[in-house]
Antibody, heavy 122, light 108 residues
């Protein structure tokens, strides 16, 4: 069974930075696109960013462009999310998720981690 | 960006009921639609993709239909484990991909 384990969340002041990690196992990480989805407390799901298999293509929702950077290290089976200039509205549970189809960026996700909580507050 | 509107936002149902949730896109999405189930404190679970394709391991009481801008998730004979929140998500063309606001299915 696919395993995705997020880490790196925590409490950070507005304007601060945080780096999330997602350790993947039990599947061929280097052959699947990956994504981050977030969920503010008591709210719905919001797609944040995605990355292709090789990492040469990345995609962002408008509200995080220029502040967040997604990356991956296929040698370490790990996905990252560097978050800078954090705002209160970035407070959420951040899930990493695996693309359904191998070697493809289709945009729907069949395996999810349990999430890591980011709280932006002074 | 494509906006997704789900209805209703919540509903009450009993075990054995047939439940229907609707998702409307702000433009045609050519069946590029997924449905997820989320239980409290848990990660979302993919139920269907391409509007009507059942994900492996998902019970056949879940089905999806629709075309163009309007799509439906149907749960036939609701089971106790189906009480949860359901989200639609479009993945038409380039990102951003967007979710509906969710439909909470509660026990009557």
């Amino acid at each position: 069974e696919v395993q995705l384990l997020e880490s790196g969340g925590g409490l950070v002041q507005p304007g601060g930075s945080l780096r999330l990690s997602c350790a993947a196992s039990r599947f061929s990480f280097s052959t699947y696109a990956m994504t981050w989805v977030r969920q503010a407390p008591g709210k719905g799901l919001e797609w944040v960013t995605g990355i292709s298999v090789s990492g040469d293509s990345t995609y962002y929702t408008d509200s995080v462009k220029g502040r967040f950077t997604i990356s991956r290290d296929n040698s370490k089976n790990t996905l990252y999310l560097q978050m800078n200039s954090l705002r209160a509205e970035d407070t959420a549970l951040y899930f990493c998720a695996k693309e359904h189809r191998i070697r493809s960026v289709r945009g729907y996700f069949d395996s999810w981690g349990q999430g890591t909580l980011v709280t932006v507050s002074s | 960006d494509i906006q997704m509107t789900q209805s209703p936002s919540s509903l009450s149902a009993s075990v054995g009921d047939r439940v229907t949730i609707t998702c409307r896109a702000s433009q045609g999405i050519s069946n590029s639609l997924a449905w997820y189930q989320q239980k409290p404190g848990k990660a979302p679970k993919l139920l269907l993709y391409d509007a009507s394709r059942l994900e492996r391991g998902v019970p056949s009481r879940f089905s999806g239909s629709g075309s163009g801008t309007d799509y439906t998730l149907t749960i036939n004979s609701l089971q106790p484990e189906d009480f949860a929140t359901y989200y639609c998500q479009q993945y038409y063309s380039i990102p951003p991909w967007t979710f509906g606001q969710g439909t909470k299915v509660e026990m009557k």
